[in-house]
T-cell receptor
Framework: GEDVEQSLFLSVREGDSSVINCTYT??????LYWYKQEPGAGLQLLTYIFSNMDMKQDQRLTVLLNKKDKHLSLRIADTQTGDSAIYFC?????????????FGKGTHLIIQP | NAGVMQNPRHLVRRRGQEARLRCSPM?????VYWYRQLPEEGLKFMVYLQKENIIDESGMPKERFSAEFPKEGPSILRIQQVVRGDSAAYFC???????????????FGPGTRLTVT
């Protein structure tokens, strides 16, 4: 079945770049997403990338997709304390319909002062 | 434009009671998804609905769980005879309709945290 894997924790210094990695198994994934969840809150859609793209940039966020290796990454430039949260990678196999997303378990981003 | 609304935010039920969770999608969104998040886990897809139709319920437990999205009013996730293992955060997401019928942006509500005692 479909599977999305992420490392559980990432610790970075404030001001450095954070790179959160994700691997997935479903070769028919059409869209890949990054969501942010702060404590006690819902998920905030940060960005998504279509599978025929290999990079997408939006302000401090850069998404890289290596479709051959089924590897997705999210880079956050100039990491701030407000970036402290859990980051979820998710994929959607559209197959022509709007299926539910398959999520990884999330990466806890810890910011050191 | 209000986001996805869920209520209640917190719900406590005793074992054997029923839990009803409500979700109002964003204005203009006609697709609703329910997900469950267990502690320290990612979200697991449960069901996908459009108005008056269940499109995909492949993630729903076979017993005690049901969902609906009536013509008028919010979507409801209903859990009958709750057990301790149902304790989790339940998230609803909504999505706009696209011309091809595929909606790739899902926007999440704040969730309902269900505790079964």
């Amino acid at each position: 079945g479909e599977d999305v894997e992420q490392s559980l924790f990432l610790s970075v210094r404030e001001g450095d770049s954070s790179v959160i990695n994700c691997t997935y198994t479903d070769s028919s994934s059409t869209y890949l997403y990054w969501y942010k969840q702060e404590p006690g809150a819902g998920l905030q859609l940060l960005t998504y990338i279509f599978s025929n793209m290999d990079m997408k940039q939006d302000q401090r966020l850069t998404v890289l997709l290596n479709k051959k290796d089924k590897h997705l990454s999210l880079r956050i430039a100039d990491t701030q304390t407000g970036d402290s949260a859990i980051y979820f990678c998710a994929e959607n196999d559209s197959g022509g319909g709007a299926d539910g997303l398959t999520f990884g378990k999330g990466t806890h981003l810890i910011i050191q002062p | 434009n209000a986001g996805v609304m869920q209520n209640p935010r917190h719900l406590v039920r005793r074992r054997g009671q029923e839990a009803r969770l409500r979700c109002s999608p964003m204005k203009g969104h006609s697709h609703v998804y329910w997900y469950r998040q267990l502690p320290e886990e990612g979200l697991k897809f449960m069901v996908y609905l459009q108005k008056e139709n269940i499109i995909d319920e492949s993630g729903m437990p076979k017993e005690r769980f049901s969902a609906e999205f009536p013509k008028e009013g919010p979507s409801i996730l209903r859990i009958q005879q709750v057990v301790r293992g149902d304790s989790a955060a339940y998230f609803c997401a909504s999505s706009p309709r696209s011309g091809t019928g595929f909606s790739y942006e899902q926007y999440f509500g704040p969730g309902t945290r269900l505790t079964v005692t």
